[in-house]
């Protein structure tokens, strides 16, 4: 539990002139020691000599109050939530600006539109898998991933709820370059909450007045963290957050991009109008609308990965919002740090996608148990992942004998290097393994 900011003004009103000249002639900023501290973790450092701590955050709050922005976006006592545009935010913000649109640039050979297509779908199933686990879905990556790319059925709650975030995830896509409203979002909850709840009709339905709300608890201690707003405003509210994600921020209330979407995040989840899924309803809000504003890394990038790593302090920044004036900055900050380290991890994986599709081409060259033609063949293959082959395709590409041809295909097959289809097609069609490179260094 995080202890509330005390009244900064009233300790502001308790100063003697004097005092307040020295204190604020000490160059006090909203980031004592270089961080955006909150009062839970400030005052258990040493405050500046002659101080206590509580006037040491009444001068820090001051330095913040002077630089506050507020937002259209109110607690259920009218009290609007707004941030601090500090230093860190605006340099976090300058340096994903520089990455996610446009400048993170994806190597030639993962650029291709077969290879996107794939990263793509491996980032869908990455989100819908991890963003189901931080709501407690049991079932393993490896499990979740062979149900979505084979095309099953889900045999359990769990894999539907995976399921579930993926056809949502991909329906986001879809929407990008339309606008919200509480419709959709109640379609978004309804998908990825179909065959999940206890009662099917909770499904894409926002808690009704008189319905006993549903608060956040500390599970370990079975503490309320978060008590949502009643359900009569629920519908009130819900249009507010729509008008406010559709909003056009320019001139002096620009709110950056951003920014924008990690507090329509912030803003469901806060909320909580459904019984379960407020999370990956938010989350897909966030990426929603993350792609309607340009950010196209965003369609290739998991957050919750990153969120399922440290849950603890993705709670802790919702409360240090809640529990200082309706602070956006500590959340802001936090998923500044979620997002920077997913695109971190994207980079990495470019990195060794594009390690390994040159490595495979170094160890085609000097396989000596292949031929020039099934060499050009993998080549192909290995810069176009969708394709398919025939013999007598094969056979046209160098102009020799279908006898020649076959045995160069299945010769392919027999390696592991190419897959027959199983359809009773005339002529037989081959396709391209997804682990082709690691097939193509296992057999050399």
Same mark, same amino acid.
């Given at each position: 539990?995080?202890?509330?900011?005390?009244?900064?003004?009233?300790?502001?009103? *308790?100063? /003697?002139?004097? @005092? %307040?000249?020295?204190?604020?002639?000490?160059? +006090?900023?909203?980031?004592?020691?270089? !961080?955006?501290?909150?009062?839970?973790?400030?005052?258990?450092?040493?405050?500046?000599?002659?101080?206590?701590?509580?006037?040491?955050?009444?001068?820090?709050?001051?330095?913040?109050?002077?630089?506050?922005?507020?937002?259209?976006?109110?607690?259920?006592?009218?009290?609007?939530?707004?941030?601090?545009?500090?230093?860190?935010?605006?340099?976090?913000?300058?340096?994903?600006?520089?990455?996610?649109?446009?400048?993170?640039?994806?190597?030639?050979?993962?650029?291709?539109?077969?290879?996107?297509?794939?990263?793509?779908?491996?980032?869908?199933?990455?989100?819908?898998?991890?963003?189901?686990?931080?709501?407690?879905?049991?079932?393993?990556?490896?499990?979740?991933?062979?149900?979505?790319?084979?095309?099953?059925?889900? *045999?359990? /709650?769990?894999? @539907? %709820?995976?399921?579930?975030?993926?056809?949502? +995830?991909?329906?986001?896509?879809?929407? !990008?370059?339309?606008?919200?409203?509480?419709?959709?979002?109640?379609?978004?909850?309804?998908?990825?909450?179909?065959?999940?709840?206890?009662?099917?009709?909770?499904?894409?339905?926002?808690?009704?007045?008189?319905?006993?709300?549903?608060?956040?608890?500390?599970?370990?201690?079975?503490?309320?963290?978060?008590?949502?707003?009643?359900?009569?405003?629920?519908?009130?509210?819900?249009?507010?957050?729509?008008?406010?994600?559709?909003?056009?921020?320019?001139?002096?209330?620009?709110?950056?991009?951003?920014?924008?979407?990690?507090?329509?995040?912030?803003?469901?989840?806060?909320?909580?109008?459904?019984?379960?899924?407020?999370?990956?309803?938010?989350?897909?809000?966030?990426?929603?609308?993350?792609?309607?504003?340009?950010?196209?890394?965003?369609?290739?990038?998991?957050?919750?990965?990153?969120?399922?790593?440290?849950?603890?302090?993705?709670?802790?920044?919702?409360?240090?919002?809640?529990?200082?004036?309706?602070?956006?900055?500590?959340?802001?900050?936090?998923?500044?740090?979620?997002?920077?380290?997913?695109?971190?991890?994207?980079?990495?994986?470019?990195?060794?996608?594009?390690?390994?599709?040159?490595?495979?081409?170094?160890?085609?060259?000097?396989?000596?148990?292949?031929?020039?033609?099934?060499?050009?063949?993998?080549?192909?293959?290995?810069?176009?992942?969708?394709?398919?082959?025939?013999?007598?395709?094969?056979?046209?590409?160098?102009?020799?004998?279908?006898?020649?041809?076959?045995?160069?295909?299945?010769?392919?097959?027999?390696?592991?290097?190419?897959?027959?289809?199983?359809?009773?097609?005339?002529?037989?069609?081959?396709?391209?393994?997804?682990?082709?490179?690691?097939?193509?260094?296992?057999?050399?």
């Amino acid at each position: 539990m995080i202890q509330p900011s005390p009244n900064w003004q009233a300790t502001l009103g *308790r100063f /003697k002139p004097q @005092q %307040m000249r020295k204190l604020l002639g000490r160059d +006090m900023g909203p980031c004592p020691r270089g !961080r955006y501290r909150h009062w839970d973790n400030l005052r258990h450092l040493k405050a500046p000599e002659g101080f206590s701590s509580e006037q040491w955050w009444a001068a820090v709050k001051y330095a913040r109050h002077m630089l506050r922005r507020d937002l259209p976006f109110l607690d259920t006592v009218g009290r609007p939530f707004g941030y601090v545009p500090v230093a860190q935010l605006e340099d976090r913000l300058h340096h994903l600006d520089s990455q996610a649109t446009g400048r993170l640039a994806m190597p030639e050979a993962v650029a291709r539109p077969a290879h996107r297509d794939r990263y793509l779908i491996s980032s869908l199933i990455e989100e819908a898998v991890t963003s189901s686990q931080l709501e407690g879905a049991a079932t393993t990556r490896r499990v979740a991933v062979d149900m979505l790319r084979s095309g099953r059925s889900p *045999r359990d /709650k769990d894999e @539907q %709820m995976i399921f579930n975030n993926y056809a949502a +995830m991909s329906q986001i896509r879809a929407w !990008r370059d339309e606008p919200m409203t509480p419709e959709r979002v109640c379609e978004l909850h309804r998908m990825v909450t179909e065959d999940t709840l206890d009662d099917p009709a909770d499904a894409g339905r926002p808690q009704a007045p008189g319905e006993t709300r549903i608060a956040v608890y500390d599970n370990t201690r079975n503490r309320v963290l978060h008590d949502p707003p009643a359900a009569k405003h629920l519908e009130v509210r819900m249009q507010a957050m729509c008008e406010f994600a559709n909003r056009r921020f320019e001139g002096g209330a620009f709110l950056h991009p951003v920014l924008h979407a990690i507090c329509l995040h912030f803003w469901l989840a806060w909320d909580h109008p459904f019984v379960d899924g407020n999370g990956r309803t938010a989350r897909a809000l966030f990426y929603w609308k993350m792609l309607q504003a340009d950010y196209w890394l965003f369609e290739f990038i998991s957050i919750s990965t990153v969120l399922r790593k440290s849950q603890g302090q993705y709670k802790r920044a919702f409360l240090e919002t809640e529990t200082d004036e309706q602070d956006l900055t500590y959340f802001f900050l936090h998923q500044l740090d979620v997002i920077e380290q997913a695109v971190g991890e994207l980079e990495s994986y470019l990195a060794r996608k594009q390690e390994q599709l040159a490595e495979a081409e170094r160890l085609l060259r000097v396989h000596g148990d292949l031929n020039h033609r099934q060499l050009s063949m993998l080549s192909h293959a290995l810069r176009n992942p969708d394709a398919s082959y025939t013999v007598q395709s094969h056979q046209r590409s160098h102009g020799i004998v279908y006898a020649t041809a076959r045995a160069d295909v299945l010769d392919l097959v027999d390696k592991g290097l190419l897959i027959k289809t199983r359809h009773a097609r005339k002529p037989q069609r081959f396709t391209v393994p997804v682990d082709l490179p690691d097939r193509v260094k296992a057999v050399t």
